[in-house]
């Protein structure tokens, strides 16, 4: 069976690793596989794997011998599940953000008051000297 | 012939100016690669802002926990769970199928390039130093930080060959060598194991944990590489 995915014609399906996926034929445009977001495998094939849409889709149309894809891909909306996540990620990247910042402070006053000589940090600085 | 190396630096320390190298050329590679791949700009480049910090703060935890709370410093098995994690992470961000394994693939070829350029800077400053020696290439070492000794270039040695693994694993992946990835892990491993041994360091040791922690990765990639070629030989028959 013969995938046309969207502007990339002569693509054909396979299963990778247990996921549906689409692989593009060897000399495609590399601006039209980062469009449809293909990615490469280590054996060099540019795949781009199917989300549940897409699957279910040339399920549907397995019968035919080409299957074409030609419904914009702008329809694919982000699921609110999937922003909120996103969400989730981006606060917690900005609490451990914070957190390291007063791991810095933290190093940076140990090696001082070690340097200094003064007494005013746990045992770590003063076992370090010794 | 002989090295000498006084590790009381001023101002400036060649080892933060190797370790800063080490991230930035590791970053470089990570994002050349991910871009390369099909990895979409903005996700490559929020990777790569992430990356350092959680580099060093992954290294430094390693060990701060290491040494049971009584120091903490900079260490390379941190430092590499610090390049994975911030891979996860960012791999979750506008998650699309596939781009995970791809972005770890990348961090994995990347890691050798940043040991090799970061061991550079721990020769600079007397750390990680080797056994003492008092052959060929000895490097005398004088300064506060080690005092005068007389030691194996183990830095050197580590330097050159990881970079010599990071050099082997761009050519691997440019022959679209499907084990590329466990190849360059599993000679990471075997390569620190096997140099931990003319670390001083390591003396009145029977292993490390970086060394078991080595054992335990090399074991588990030629684990998983049996699987994936009995895999492709059954997919190849069907």
Aim: hydrophobic share 45%; proline share 3%; with cysteine.
């Amino acid at each position: 069976m013969k995938v046309t995915f969207y502007e990339i014609q002569d693509c054909y399906y396979e299963l990778i690793d247990n996921k549906p996926a689409i692989i593009a034929p060897a000399p495609t445009d590399k601006e039209l596989l980062s469009k449809y977001h293909f990615i490469q495998l280590l054996d060099g094939r540019w795949v781009h794997y199917m989300n549940e849409f897409e699957f279910s889709y040339m399920k549907h149309n397995s019968n035919r011998k080409t299957v074409l894809f030609i419904f914009p891909i702008e329809n694919h909306q982000m699921t609110v599940q999937q922003r909120k996540k996103n969400i989730a990620l981006i606060i917690l990247l900005i609490i451990y953000f914070l957190i390291t910042a007063y791991f810095f402070w933290l190093v940076n006053s140990c090696v001082n008051d070690c340097e200094n000589d003064i007494n005013n940090f746990p045992n770590s600085c003063q076992e370090s000297q010794e | 012939m002989n090295i000498h190396i006084n590790t009381d630096h001023g101002a400036i320390s060649p080892y933060k100016i190797f370790l800063l190298l080490a991230l930035a050329a590791g970053t470089a590679v990570i994002l050349r690669l991910c871009i390369k791949r099909g990895i979409p700009a903005k996700k490559a480049l929020l990777l790569a802002v992430i990356l350092q910090p959680m580099c060093i703060f992954c290294a430094a935890v390693f060990t701060f926990i290491t040494s049971g709370g009584k120091n903490i410093g900079i260490a390379s098995i941190g430092a590499a769970a610090g390049v994975y994690l911030s891979a996860l992470i960012i791999s979750r961000i506008w998650n699309r199928p596939g781009e995970q394994r791809i972005i770890l693939q990348n961090c994995t070829f990347a890691m050798p390039l940043m040991y090799g350029i970061a061991k550079t800077g721990c020769f600079t400053a007397g750390c990680c130093h080797g056994i003492e020696y008092n052959g060929v290439l000895c490097v005398e070492y004088s300064g506060k930080l080690t005092g005068d000794i007389c030691v194996f270039p183990v830095q050197l040695l580590e330097s050159a060959v990881f970079i010599a693994i990071f050099i082997a694993g761009m050519i691997f992946l440019k022959k679209h060598d499907i084990h590329s990835v466990h190849k360059v892990t599993i000679l990471s491993a075997a390569a620190k194991f096997t140099l931990e041994f003319l670390r001083k360091s390591h003396s009145h040791k029977a292993l490390s944990i970086e060394q078991a922690v080595c054992l335990a990765i090399t074991i588990v990639c030629l684990i998983d590489m049996k699987k994936k070629q009995k895999r492709s030989s059954v997919q190849e028959l069907a």
